[in-house]
């Protein structure tokens, strides 16, 4: 079945730590795209990339860092720099279209608790 | 840049009732206006979704309406079941950058 496979489900790190969550593609999606979810707050893009080896910030890009070596892979790196990254932390993918933009497909995302 | 008003930000119904969660847009680029369902613990999926080009929707139970005008879209579920409840996010996306809603938490009481 194709899909996004975010891992792990939950987890836990000291502050001070960097962590990096994974996030893979089997959907052979072009754009890729983090986002993270608070309560009350909605979805709040972290960073997007529609093409390998590049990659841009959205909205709260600061403290993050992200990487596109491949067109299956997205992982994500929060970083020490990083106030508040305790949240939950999803994974989208989508085509590129012409005229219309296309639905994004979701991973099941991460929960990321930082004490 | 897009802004997307959502409301109301939690909805009760009785089941067999309709809902109906509106939405707002600020930029006359966007095109494209999704709608997803996030269950407890899960990511969002898409249920429904609607191009510029078109005024009304429907898929069964489901309903989403555009007013380009108004710059207002909304959802309607008919008939709600138990397993309607869940959070519901609209989006609209200019470009590919796409802009959420704050979502509706969906309470379906059987």
């Known amino acids: 079945d194709g899909g996004i496979t975010q891992s792990p489900k939950y987890l836990f790190r000291k502050e001070g730590q960097n962590v990096t969550l994974s996030c893979e593609q089997n959907?052979?999606?072009?754009?890729m795209y983090w986002y993270r979810q608070d309560p009350g707050q909605g979805l709040r893009l972290i960073y997007y990339?529609?093409?390998?080896?590049?990659?841009q910030k959205g909205d709260i890009a600061e403290g993050y860092s992200v990487s596109r070596e491949k067109k299956e892979s997205f992982p994500l790196t929060v970083t020490s720099a990083q106030k508040n990254p305790t949240a939950f932390y999803l994974c989208?993918?989508?085509?590129?279209?012409?005229?219309?933009?296309?639905?994004?497909?979701f991973g099941n995302g991460t929960r990321l608790t930082v004490t | 840049g897009e802004n997307v008003e959502q409301h109301p930000s939690t909805l009760s119904v009785q089941e067999g009732d309709s809902a109906v969660i509106k939405c707002t847009y600020s930029d006359s680029a966007s095109n494209y206006f999704p709608w997803y369902k996030q269950e407890l613990g899960k990511g969002p999926q898409l249920i429904i979704d609607?191009?510029?080009?078109?005024g009304e929707k429907k898929d069964q139970r489901i309903a989403v309406t555009l007013n380009k005008t108004a710059k207002h879209f909304s959802l309607h579920i008919t008939e709600t079941q138990p397993e309607d409840s869940a959070v519901y996010f609209c989006?609209?996306?200019?470009?590919?950058?796409?802009?959420f809603g704050i979502g509706t938490k969906l309470q379906v009481i059987p």
């Open positions: 609607i191009r510029s080009n078109v």
């Open positions: 989006a609209a996306n200019p470009r590919q950058k796409v802009t």
């Open positions: 989208a993918s989508s085509t590129l279209t012409g005229q219309y933009n296309s639905p994004l497909h």
């Open positions: 959907l052979n999606h072009d754009a």
């Open positions: 990339s529609q093409i390998v080896n590049d990659f």
